[in-house]
């Protein structure tokens, strides 16, 4: 019989920096028997900054990754829910994984260039993953487009041939945030990306994700609550109670989570009472 499947593609090229819609319905994770989200469902806007906070354990990070279908890396895992970019499902499964990581990038926590490729090739590393093939002049436009979004590009534009591991902690931060850019993702996922870093760094950081905001749709998870303040538009305050698996308690606009939240536990939570 002749195979007429089918593989639907995500509308990934970005030429234009259009933004895009990132919705989660009914989310729900294991690793192995242990559940650890429950039936989360939350609309991140573009053009908007949108924070995940909570305590530790209480699946946001893990949501993050199921946001760009990394958590299905870890052998055990597993999910319920459905993940849409402008109404495509990333885990359809007429969908390319290869499509839902370009369309939906990432930053880490901790900074992880290549130590030993140049700044120039650590940003251009993700368009031989994803396909791309670019001729020299384009990569050397990608390059300047790329560490100039990430707030770069003057501190590095004369040493690009220099190792990417030689870089400050706040600058190989940038890098990954340059080489996330450089394959025109629709989405920015960061997770706390500032965590490891030194107040001056911190506040660079910052600034680029409030720079990047009107290009590309961000979600950021972060412990740091005036951070969440200083950055992000809406917030999703994440709760797991009792060994009970994590889930959103409310979420909305950033000062009205900070100032009259309508749960007394998110209120608690952001003024320090526990976390």
Same mark, same amino acid.
């Given at each position: 019989?002749?195979?007429?499947?089918?593989?639907?593609?995500? /509308?990934?090229?970005n030429? @234009?920096?259009?933004?895009?819609? !990132? =919705?989660?319905?009914d989310?729900?994770?294991?690793f192995?028997?242990?559940?650890?989200?429950e039936?989360?469902?939350?609309?991140?806007? /573009?053009?908007?900054?949108? $924070? !995940?906070?909570g %305590?530790?354990?209480?699946?946001?990070?893990?949501?993050?990754?199921?946001?760009?279908?990394?958590?299905?890396?870890? /052998?055990?895992?597993s999910? *319920?829910?459905?993940?849409?970019?402008?109404?495509?499902? +990333?885990?359809?499964?007429?969908?390319?994984i290869?499509?839902?990581? &370009? *369309? #939906?990038?990432?930053?880490f926590?901790? /900074?992880n %260039?290549?130590?030993?490729?140049? +700044?120039?090739?650590?940003? +251009?590393?993700?368009?031989?993953?994803?396909?791309?093939?670019?001729?020299?002049?384009?990569? *050397?436009?990608?390059?300047?487009?790329?560490?100039?979004?990430?707030?770069?590009?003057?501190?590095?534009?004369? &040493?690009?041939? $220099?190792?990417?591991?030689?870089?400050?902690?706040?600058?190989?931060?940038?890098?990954?945030?340059?080489?996330?850019?450089?394959?025109?993702?629709?989405? !920015?996922?960061?997770?706390?990306?500032?965590? $490891?870093?030194?107040?001056?760094?911190t506040?660079? #950081?910052?600034?680029? +994700?409030?720079?990047?905001?009107?290009?590309v749709?961000?979600?950021?998870?972060?412990?740091?609550?005036?951070? *969440?303040?200083?950055?992000? @538009?809406?917030?999703?305050?994440?709760?797991?109670? $009792?060994?009970?698996?994590?889930?959103?308690? =409310?979420?909305?606009?950033?000062?009205?989570?900070?100032?009259? %939240?309508?749960?007394?536990?998110?209120?608690?939570y952001?003024?320090?009472?526990?976390?």
């Open positions: 019989m002749t195979d007429t499947t089918t593989t639907e593609a995500l /509308p990934v090229d030429p @234009d920096h259009i933004m895009a819609t !990132l =919705e989660a319905r989310v729900s994770a294991w192995g028997e242990r559940k650890v989200l039936r989360v469902s939350l609309v991140m806007q /573009p053009g908007e900054v949108t $924070a !995940l906070i %305590p530790s354990g209480c699946g946001k990070s893990t949501f993050l990754r199921v946001l760009n279908r990394m958590h299905e890396l870890v /052998p055990s895992a999910l *319920a829910g459905s993940v849409l970019v402008d109404d495509h499902d +990333i885990y359809d499964s007429t969908m390319r290869t499509d839902a990581r &370009r *369309a #939906i990038g990432m930053v926590q901790k /900074p %260039p290549f130590p030993a490729m140049s +700044i120039a090739d650590n940003v +251009i590393a993700g368009l031989t993953l994803t396909g791309q093939s670019l001729t020299k002049s384009e990569k *050397a436009t990608l390059i300047e487009e790329s560490l100039t979004m990430a707030g770069l590009w003057n501190e590095v534009k004369d &040493r690009l041939g $220099a190792a990417g591991g030689g870089l400050s902690g706040g600058q190989q931060q940038r890098l990954c945030i340059a080489r996330s850019l450089a394959v025109k993702p629709r989405v !920015l996922l960061m997770d706390e990306p500032c965590s $490891a870093l030194d107040p001056t760094s506040r660079r #950081i910052e600034q680029t +994700i409030l720079e990047l905001k009107s290009q749709t961000i979600v950021i998870v972060t412990h740091n609550m005036q951070q *969440a303040q200083r950055v992000s @538009d809406r917030c999703a305050f994440f709760l797991a109670e $009792a060994g009970t698996p994590g889930q959103i308690v =409310e979420h909305g606009f950033t000062d009205k989570m900070f100032s009259t %939240p309508t749960d007394q536990r998110t209120l608690d952001v003024n320090g009472r526990f976390g």
